[in-house]
């Protein structure tokens, strides 16, 4: 069971977007990320939700899955409207003691409702079409220019698949030695949080052990391979653009343009 | 000269204090002299701790030797600015598969190496084409290596050493964590790789059911080479081995035993149907 857990949330399916660079959507997630907060009137949220639909419906991942994001920041959203609705001052609608809710404060809840719950969305639409593989390669080419500042981005994108290519291995091991454990008499299951981190220790230390075993071997293999960072290597599946790509970044760009627009007007 | 070429071969592991001041030496392999022809399969025999692994490395270059040389292909591998070159042509494969895999799908992982050779992207992609091909993996090209078997993911290490187009490769216990299916599987492969390719193969174990078919055997014991030979010439030491802390094949055993009672059995019988054959003159 523990094996077929799968990384980050990527839903499989065949849509331009699963196609797409993953360096356009990630542009693309960030041009939507900053148009949610440069437009600021409900026609221009109205633009942003249209423009959201429309991806979502190209994505072809169901739309529950958009939702599933959401749970995580529902606390934080009840937190940030409650808060919103009742400390903001201005004409003042409905008074109970200290408490009021005020014209300016419903808007400005509404505003920043909207904004969280399209970030979520946003950036789960990347990452529901998107591989974890294709978003390092997307990151490390993006961020290539950083190399001129001496920031390793090859080496960190090379961490990042490694690290994701371990999860599994790591979990399963984790699993095997809970069993090795409970079956000399360890204890997980009860006593309260302090107790129960305590408890952790004998799962812990072997698996770090186990860990650096298995980092010190696999930097051995890639040595044998010879790695040695990102200087004079090739790709084997080099990132190129098409003509959806261009295409897409035309849309964003003139999506961008439009919520500008909009705010320059002030609509 | 032989492809791979030893000469008073000798390495130290040190052990350091808090200071980082040398505490203690111990010799891990000692005065060892190799020659090996290419084309040749050659077996390194030895228990846990005789230095088989330690001279290993150094095949590779990822241990340097402290006395003697060692050449591969007729590079010193002491020599800095041809490390790259060397580990080129001697690639290695070692004991835990899951410890040696670094792409998160097979044909990914099997690229690697020419990804750092600087190898073009298109002869990238015809040299996996090739290596798939020959360790019989292709059909499991787009496969999370996660979902393999022991003894497959074995199969696309050799494959990863492969599309470095190496003249050897140097096995380090490859089927030491693998079921009797998967050991076979893998020594399947790499003996194909011997005979069709014509690649040189280092294979380190302490299977003894491994090295029969090997051209050249060395056992090691206490970091020296102290046993070389045919299998038939080493498998006809029984007693000797059996110093070395080394169990001959069953069937050696069993003819050694047949002729120490007074059957008329030769010693150094490697297969059954050898045994077979003697016995049933």
Known sequence: MIRDITIGQYYPADSVLHKMDPRAKLVGTLVFIISVFVFHTFPGYAVATIFLAAMIILSKV????????????????MITVVFNIFLTPGKVLWQWGILHVTEEGLKLAGRMAIRLTYLVIGSSLMTLTTTPNQLTDGLERLLRPLNKLHVPIHEIAM????????????MEETDKIMKAQIARGADFETGNIIQK??????????????????????????????????????????????????????????????AIVFRIVGI | MGIIKAFKLGFD???YDEDGNVQDTQRAVNDVNLDIEAGQFVAVLGHNGSGKSTLAKHLNALLLPTEGTLW???????????????????????QNPDNQIIGTVVEEDVGFGPENMGVPTEKIWERVDESLKKTGMT??????????????????AIAGVMAMRPKCIILDEP???????????????????????????????????EV?????????????????????????????????????????????ELHKAGVDVPEGILTTEELVNALCQ
């Open chain 1, 197 to 258: 981190a305590k408890n952790m220790i004998p799962l812990l230390v072997p698996l770090f052990i186990s860990a650096f075993r298995r980092a010190n071997d696999l930097a051995m293999a890639m040595e044998a391979r010879c790695y040695h960072g990102g200087d004079n290597r090739t790709q084997m599946k080099p990132l190129r653009y098409e003509s959806r790509d261009y295409i897409s970044y035309v849309v964003m760009w003139a999506y961008l343009g439009i």
């Open chain 2, 72 to 94: 591969v292909d007729g590079i010193d591998t002491s020599k800095e600015p041809e490390l790259w070159k060397v580990r080129q042509k001697a690639g290695m494969v070692f």
């Open chain 2, 139 to 156: 059909s499991y090209r787009y496969h999370s290596p996660n979902k393999l078997s022991g003894g497959q993911k074995q199969r696309v």
């Open chain 1, 62 to 77: 169901p739309v529950k899955f958009m939702f599933k994001g959401l749970k995580a920041i529902v606390m934080l959203l």
């Open chain 1, 159 to 170: 961490m990042m698949s490694i690290a994701l290519r371990f999860i599994p291995i790591l």
């Open chain 2, 175 to 209: 089927t030491a964590m693998l079921d009797p299916n998967g050991r076979k599987e893998v020594l399947e492969a790499v003996s194909d790789l011997n005979r069709r390719e014509g690649v040189t193969v280092i294979l380190i174990t302490h299977y003894m059911e």
């Open chain 2, 212 to 256: 029969v078919h090997a051209d050249k055997v060395y056992v090691m014991d206490n970091g020296e080479v102290v046993m070389q030979g045919t299998p038939r010439e080493i498998f006809s030491q029984v007693e000797t081995l059996k110093e070395y802390r080394l169990d001959v094949p069953q069937v050696t055993l069993l003819a050694h």
């Open chain 2, 13 to 15: 592991y040190l052990k």
